[in-house]
């Protein structure tokens, strides 16, 4: 199975550390404006989901591959980013400095950052005939469990988030 969205281990373990301070929490990936265009983090539902907002996934940020988890971090995208990114992975990742205003995040000197990869012909097939869930499909028949696993391979993770030199 592909997933939209994957995140780094780095981005797990900050998304456990925000939980244990907030409770659950989600994420909707920023249009722009204030924050500029930024995944936004926020405590499970205090976001309202539009309905054509679409779930670009349910993250499990848990480390125990072994244990089920109680609940997943869905990461929301608006249906119009969505269809100029639907051909690219969304790789959730944690890099130095100040986060956006309204996202949780931003009191740890740490920000959320948005990486991607283009998918393979043959993955962008398999996601083809698998539509996104929208926000009135969740509200219809509820948040699905967390894909497994959701942290990407150390493969990717290499060819994803390489930082340039300049």
């Known amino acids: 199975m592909v997933s939209r969205v994957l995140q780094t281990p780095p981005a ?9 301070q907030h409770g659950p929490v989600m994420f909707h990936q920023s249009g722009g404006c204030c924050d500029g ?16 907002d679409v779930l670009l996934g349910v993250l499990d940020p848990s480390e125990d591959v072994a244990v089920e988890p109680d609940h997943g971090v869905p990461v929301w995208i608006s249906g119009s980013q969505f269809a100029t990114w639907k051909h690219t992975q969304l790789v959730l990742d944690v890099v130095t400095g100040r986060g956006g205003g309204f996202s949780l995040e931003t009191p740890e000197g740490l920000r959320f950052l948005i990486r991607g990869r ?4 043959e993955e962008q097939a398999t996601l083809d005939e ?3 869930l929208t926000g009135a499909d969740v509200e219809r028949d509820g948040l699905p469990k967390p894909l497994r696993p959701t942290l990407i391979s150390d ?7 390489v930082t340039p030199v300049r």
């Open 12 to 20: 797990a373990e900050l998304i456990r550390k925000l939980e244990a």
């Open 37 to 52: 265009s930024s995944p936004m983090c926020y405590p499970d539902g205090e976001f309202i989901i539009g309905d054509r």
């Open 118 to 121: 283009v998918y393979t012909p």
């Open 130 to 132: 698998d539509p996104p």
């Open 155 to 161: 493969e990717d993770y290499a060819e994803v988030c």
